[in-house]
């Protein structure tokens, strides 16, 4: 019976070449993200219940816990969740994958001949891991670095014939990506402009990844609105959870949590649900808020969230980062700019001066510890 195989290995050639092993042997893989703590991993661990563990010392047994098989066709388990919660298991099958390398291909309009993926984002997340995927499905050129380096990622176009790349919008910023073709951006929310190189997509790791490119669905992906909800249905999504659970409805759509419209077709994503703010009985979405509070010069960063408050139900709270914290914004200046772009209900009425907001590996605010 086909078993899991958790990979313990730092991003790059060898990490690659060890997923091909346990692919073609019919196994799945389970790749474990090293920058968790000794704890931590050995509870995301315990919850995938792994037959073995490659590691830089070679392959062995894992024993925290009774092995749990994979079914036939199974490729890959994602953890979700690990670091902050009950840690799950997405299980993506072989034809998910190869189903999403073909529709984010066409939609690339890519060429095997001439085309090259750099992978540069943690392999633990499909934002990094599904470039090597899509290399590795499509027979495309692939170079694949354990670590994001700014300069290394600039230099790739011109020294490894490098014309595509996944990264997120922290990352983007920081780099010269003008000689890829694209870069395909996920990860969060991106208010800012960008190149015309640049495609934005949205996605959840049940779904094997970004399948709403710039708006638009990929190639043989539905999505809908139930009830405010944004869906997703095709053959791209999760067989299951690891535990079994199938959290798609009878006729194959995905819940995904997040709250959207379509305008003329395209999906248009507000956030989670449980991230919307009601104040004062006025809807407001913290991601719209910090997108316009992110355009100030005074501000390097921000974070809004809902507090309880006697009169208002929940108040709107800006958490900032300052540009430069000797003369950092003030509210004054925030409610100013906010309630002339969104209305007067979605400005913040406190502010919180910080040194750092909480974000994951993919640039995602950690809300949960926000709040």
Not at 129 to 150: K, S, W, Y
């Amino acid at each position: 019976m086909p078993a899991l195989t958790a990979l313990d290995l730092p991003g790059g050639p060898p990490f690659v070449d060890a997923l091909q092993r346990i692919w073609d042997r019919g196994d799945a893989a389970f790749p474990v993200d090293r920058r968790l703590p000794a704890a931590a991993r050995a509870q995301v661990l315990a919850a995938m219940r792994p037959a073995t563990v490659v590691s830089s010392d070679g392959e062995a047994p894992w024993t925290g816990s009774e092995a749990e098989p994979v079914a036939a066709g199974d490729a890959l388990v994602i953890a979700t969740s690990g670091s902050t919660g009950e840690p799950k298991g997405v299980v993506l099958t072989h034809d998910a994958l190869a189903a999403h390398a073909r529709a984010v291909h066409e939609r690339l309009a890519l060429a095997p001949s001439t085309d090259r993926w750099f992978a540069c984002l943690p392999l633990v997340h499909m934002g990094g891991l599904g470039v090597v995927v899509r290399a590795l499905v499509g027979g495309v050129g692939l170079d694949v670095v354990g670590a994001l380096d700014p300069a290394v990622v600039a230099s790739a176009p011109g020294e490894l014939g490098s014309t595509l790349t996944s990264l997120v919008p922290t990352a983007l910023d920081r780099i010269d990506a003008s000689g890829y073709r694209w870069i395909v951006l996920g990860g969060a929310a991106d208010p800012a402009e960008r190149a015309a190189n640049v495609v934005r997509t949205y996605g959840l790791t049940e779904s094997g990844g970004g399948v709403v490119y710039d708006g638009r669905p990929l190639p043989g992906v539905e999505v809908r609105i139930a009830g405010g909800e944004v869906q997703l249905r095709g053959p791209t999504l999760l067989r299951a959870y690891r535990d079994g659970r199938d959290p798609r409805t009878a006729d194959g759509w995905l819940p995904t949590g997040d709250l959207g419209e379509l305008r003329d077709g395209a999906l248009v994503v507000h956030g989670r649900r449980d991230d919307m703010i009601v104040t004062g009985g006025e809807n407001v979405w913290p991601a719209a808020v910090e997108a316009v509070l992110e355009r100030l010069p005074s501000v390097r960063d921000a974070a809004v969230v809902g507090r309880p408050d006697d009169e208002w139900g929940q108040r709107v709270v800006a958490l900032v980062v300052p540009a430069d914290p000797s003369s950092p914004p003030t509210l004054d200046d925030l409610r100013a700019t906010v309630r002339a772009d969104l209305g007067a209900a979605a400005a913040p009425k406190e502010l919180e001066l910080v040194d750092h907001l909480p974000r994951t590996a993919l640039g995602k605010l950690r809300r949960d510890d926000l709040r």
